[in-house]
């Protein structure tokens, strides 16, 4: 779900080898957020501009972050969208 500035915050991995990923996620996620990192969601891109929303670099924490902007207003089309981007995700968890 998007954040109250209505963004999703998240970080291209194409070409980066599975340590690489896991290093962003413990990094630039975990310690900034003090939580302990759990899993990743990893969706493409194609996927995302399929439900009319647009991914936006962010290079702050790190080059590769970016943001999936563009959500609609209202909170229920929010969710119906975060839905069909979790059906087209792949989990890993740790």
Do not use: C
């Not at 630039?28 to 969601?41: E, H, P, S, T, Y």
């Amino acid at each position: 779900m998007p954040s109250i500035d209505g963004e999703v915050s998240v970080y291209r991995i194409i070409n980066f080898k599975e340590d690489q990923v896991w290093e962003i996620g413990r990094v630039n996620v975990a310690v900034v957020l003090d939580k302990l990192l759990l899993g990743r969601a990893d969706i493409v891109t194609s996927s995302v501009l399929s439900q009319k929303l647009r991914v936006d670099s962010a290079p702050a924490p790190h080059p590769r972050h970016a943001n999936i902007v563009d959500w609609p207003p209202d909170k229920g089309k929010q969710k119906e969208i975060a839905l069909v981007l979790a059906a087209e995700s792949q989990l890993h968890l740790i």
